[in-house]
């Protein structure tokens, strides 16, 4: 089965700042990660996803993220975070025998002035 | 957001009374989903539909109910027998449907609805 994990609730960083959102998934085949953002009240905004190819991969709104087989993680990244970043992030994975996605708790960043 | 709408946009229901929350989408996508959010939790799949006159019940399926009598279409309804129907409802759609997506398609999502029960 697959399963998707965000090991934080919640981060913290100063805006101007890089910034990391953290996801580990589990899958039985190759996987297919998807990073989505949800502002409040809002639906899901895509972000970009990783399906074959070069580890890392560039999305909307200057973000990033670096597939790692190894390790299992999708983390999501920034080189320097905005206040108007602040917003709930979801991690999903899919592979190649699951129909739909499977999506994390999700992780609430918060960006400080 | 585009593309794909929901309505209306906050709903509120007596105990005992179905509604049925809309979703269009005019992106010529097969495949449509609705997923329900919780304040803390990650979204949980109800129901999706890979072609018209065909849907598949997801992990939390019990006391929703949904038809595909269209493409651009996929209504939910939220029945009396909904426990604990109080949520954010997301509607979303993806290329994919049974001519073969192999989980490489984005799924797009609606603006949402928010259901109270009163």
């Known amino acids: 089965a697959q399963s998707v994990a965000q090991p934080e609730d919640q981060v913290n960083v100063a805006e101007g700042n890089p910034l990391t959102v953290k996801c580990t998934y589990s899958v039985s085949g190759n996987p297919y990660l998807f990073w989505y953002v949800q502002y409040p009240n809002r639906g899901l905004q895509f972000l970009l996803k990783?399906?074959?190819?070069?580890?890392l991969v560039k999305g909307s709104y200057g973000f990033e993220a670096e597939f790692n087989k190894s390790q299992t993680s999708f983390h999501l990244k920034k080189p320097s975070a905005l206040v108007s970043d602040s917003a709930l992030y979801f991690c999903a994975v899919r592979d190649t025998y699951g129909q739909n996605f499977v999506f994390g708790p999700g992780t609430r960043l918060s960006v400080l002035p | 957001d585009g593309g794909i709408t929901q309505s209306p946009k906050y709903l509120f229901r007596k105990e005992g009374q179905n509604v049925t929350l809309s979703c269009e989408q005019n992106?010529?996508?097969?495949?449509m989903y609705w997923y329900r959010q919780d304040p803390g939790q990650g979204l949980r799949l109800i129901y999706y539909?890979?072609?018209?006159?065909?849907?598949q019940k997801g992990d939390i399926a019990e006391g929703y109910s949904v038809s595909r009598e269209k493409k651009e279409s996929f209504p939910l309804t939220v029945t009396s027998a909904q426990k604990n129907p109080t949520a954010f409802y997301l509607c979303?759609?993806?290329?994919?449907?049974?001519?073969?997506?192999?989980?490489?398609?984005?799924?797009?999502f609606g603006p949402g609805t928010r259901l109270t029960v009163l």
């Open positions: 979303a759609s993806s290329i994919d449907g049974l001519a073969g997506g192999v989980g490489t398609d984005t799924q797009y």
């Open positions: 539909s890979q072609i018209v006159n065909d849907f």
């Open positions: 990783y399906i074959t190819g070069d580890n």
């Open positions: 992106l010529n996508h097969d495949a």
